[in-house]
């Protein structure tokens, strides 16, 4: 079982940056052998995937519209995954939620496990 609490969501102007946090709590396997994931949803539109990484972050994946903007990164030590966002645009608001995927190895864009309930993120025009 794996329950993900995110962090960091508000209110920023167009171009500014804000920094998602993702804490994991676990049991069984640990944080570190999960491969992770954002998604975001945003107001009458299906939730899509942001950003992938694997279990010791030697490998990312990120949708067309974010690459050069996001970083994910993540902190295996301190069971935490984060989402960089620099250059925000007003396309980017949405509830962003992290999720958690038991092959270590990949980076998937589906086929997700434990799922966070999302924060808001909101850029102004």
């Known amino acids: 079982q794996v329950q993900l609490v995110e962090s960091g969501g508000g209110l920023v102007q167009a171009g500014g940056s804000l920094r998602l946090s993702c804490a994991a709590a676990?049991?069984?396997?640990?944080?570190?052998?999960?491969?992770m994931g954002w998604f975001r949803q945003a107001p009458g539109k299906e939730r899509e995937f942001v950003a992938a990484?694997?279990?010791?972050?030697?490998?990312?994946l990120y949708t067309d519209s974010v690459k050069g903007r996001f970083t994910i990164s993540r902190d295996n030590a301190k069971n935490t995954l984060f989402l960089q966002m620099n250059s925000l645009k007003p396309e980017d608001t949405a509830v962003y939620s992290c999720?958690?995927?038991?092959?270590?190895?990949?980076?998937?864009?589906?086929?997700?496990?434990?799922w966070g309930q999302g924060t808001q993120v909101t850029v102004s025009s």
């Open positions: 676990t049991s069984g396997r640990t944080f570190s052998t999960y491969a």
């Open positions: 999720a958690a995927h038991r092959n270590p190895i990949t980076t998937p864009i589906m086929g997700y496990d434990y």
């Open positions: 990484i694997t279990f010791n972050g030697n490998r990312t």
